[in-house]
């Protein structure tokens, strides 16, 4: 069974006030540190942290459940907004594609005589290409 933690917050205001901290480094010397104050100033600090808000607060913990839960509704209709963006340009693209493809294959069917043969197969070859993307296009959309 897992022991449930005390928070942070509380295990700081725990520390007595008046707790100091008297490190002894020689026989000359030691240094004093007000342990018990700055762990109150800490646990102060806190908690103003968890009573106000910010634009990432969402990440700080359970306070901010309800931050939370708002980020993700954000990030939700940004997807659904992105989803409607991609969605528009691929029929732009495939408008494009499908003007482009219909100049190349009048352009080959009124000068297929006057052409020289290397154009002729290379323009042939892309009519080809373009009929392959147009089905493998469509196959991902399925
Ligand atoms: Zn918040």
Known sequence: MEAKQTPLIDLLERVPRDAVLVVEHDQ???????????????????????????????????????CAVREIRELQAEVERLRADVAEWKARADDLAAALHNCIKLAYNCHRDELPSAIITTASKAVAKYDMLVDFSAALDD
């Open 28 to 66: 000359f010397s030691s240094s004093f540190h007000p342990v018990g104050r700055l762990c109150h100033e800490a646990a102060a600090a806190l908690r103003a942290r968890a009573s106000t808000h910010a634009d990432d607060c969402w990440s700080w913990g359970p306070a901010h459940y309800e």
